[in-house]
């Protein structure tokens, strides 16, 4: 329930390598000593067996949980301040703001030769409720479908904090708001005084470079920006393949918004 672990349960998850941590360029580094400083570090926690079924198919899939070190030691510090007052009620408070991201494993790593991987941003309307405002949902599903059928395998790199582009469920229920009224969904976005696309990739750069090494791999994506940012992670092995599902009437004006900015869409996708 609680983003924090007992300090007993990580050390035991450690020793049985169920706990890593890795530094910004994808490498194992030791989970007991103090990151440097201004050095980025994330802990990774799996496999975990997570049978899935959507849609009525089957998948077989390998969880891995992974957050930011920082975000973890502050829940620490304050897991033992609460324990110190027998705060218990107030643990609720350490699931408020971590942002713990996923990745989905599909098949063997070992094995994998151009393997493809799906960064999937978080989208609660579009991934939980089903909603046809964007293709969200149906681009999560297509992305497992492709994947479990490819020969090559990959994984889906599940960001967490990416609502909205990065600007947070509420905002982006102020822009529907506003999107009603007329503005598209990058308008909108300016009108609250936010950026376009505000999505930080650096966590999934890691993670690609974790389970990837230096393995070339084929990005289902229409954003050529993704791609771009990768790169300038130092992920350069990259090739992007078209990702094109969920296309309805309810978010046609939204897709023609993204093509205008730079999605690489035709006429023919969005119709």
């Given at each position: 329930?609680?983003?924090?672990?007992?300090?007993?349960?990580?050390?035991?998850?450690?020793?049985?390598?169920?706990?890593?941590?890795?530094?910004?360029?994808?490498?194992?580094?030791?989970?007991?000593?103090?990151?440097?400083?201004?050095?980025?570090?994330?802990?990774?926690?799996?496999?975990?067996?997570?049978?899935?079924?959507?849609?009525?198919?089957?998948?077989?899939?390998?969880?891995?949980?992974?957050?930011?070190?920082?975000?973890?030691?502050?829940?620490?510090?304050?897991?033992?301040?609460?324990?110190?007052?027998?705060?218990?009620?107030?643990?609720?408070?350490?699931?408020?703001?971590?942002?713990?991201?996923?990745?989905?494993?599909?098949?063997?790593?070992?094995?994998?030769?151009?393997?493809?991987?799906?960064?999937?941003?978080?989208?609660?309307?579009?991934?939980?409720?089903?909603?046809?405002?964007?293709?969200?949902?149906?681009?999560?599903?297509?992305?497992?479908?492709?994947?479990?059928?490819?020969?090559?395998?990959?994984?889906?790199?599940?960001?967490?904090?990416?609502?909205?582009?990065?600007?947070?469920?509420?905002?982006?229920?102020?822009?529907?708001?506003?999107?009603?009224?007329?503005?598209?969904?990058?308008?909108?976005?300016?009108?609250?005084?936010?950026?376009?696309?505000?999505?930080?990739?650096?966590?999934?750069?890691?993670?690609?470079?974790?389970?990837?090494?230096?393995?070339?791999?084929?990005?289902?994506?229409n954003n050529p920006k993704k791609v771009d940012d990768l790169n300038a992670m130092g992920v350069s092995n990259v090739t992007r393949v078209k990702h094109v599902s969920g296309v309805?009437?309810?978010?046609?004006?939204?897709?023609?918004?993204?093509?205008?900015?730079?999605?690489?869409?035709?006429?023919?996708?969005?119709?």
């Amino acid at each position: 329930m609680f983003t924090y672990i007992d300090p007993s349960v990580r050390e035991r998850l450690i020793a049985k390598g169920k706990l890593i941590r890795i530094n910004a360029d994808g490498k194992a580094t030791d989970p007991d000593a103090p990151p440097e400083p201004g050095a980025r570090a994330i802990s990774v926690l799996g496999p975990i067996p997570l049978p899935l079924e959507r849609h009525g198919r089957h998948y077989e899939v390998e969880w891995y949980a992974s957050v930011r070190h920082t975000e973890l030691s502050k829940a620490t510090e304050l897991a033992d301040e609460l324990r110190e007052r027998d705060g218990q009620q107030s643990f609720a408070i350490l699931a408020d703001s971590m942002a713990v991201n996923s990745v989905l494993v599909l098949g063997d790593p070992a094995t994998w030769e151009n393997p493809l991987v799906r960064i999937h941003s978080s989208c609660l309307t579009g991934d939980v409720f089903g909603s046809e405002r964007c293709e969200c949902g149906p681009q999560f599903i297509a992305a497992l479908e492709r994947i479990s059928s490819d020969p090559a395998g990959g994984m889906i790199v599940y960001m967490s904090g990416h609502e909205g582009r990065g600007i947070g469920l509420w905002a982006k229920a102020a822009t529907y708001l506003l999107q009603d009224a007329g503005e598209d969904t990058y308008q909108a976005n300016r009108s609250l005084g936010l950026p376009d696309d505000s999505r930080d990739f650096s966590d999934a750069a890691s993670l690609i470079k974790f389970f990837l090494g230096d393995k070339s791999f084929r990005l289902l994506t229409n954003n050529p920006k993704k791609v771009d940012d990768l790169n300038a992670m130092g992920v350069s092995n990259v090739t992007r393949v078209k990702h094109v599902s969920g296309v309805g009437k309810a978010n046609k004006r939204y897709l023609e918004a993204k093509r205008d900015w730079g999605h690489k869409l035709d006429e023919a996708d969005i119709d």
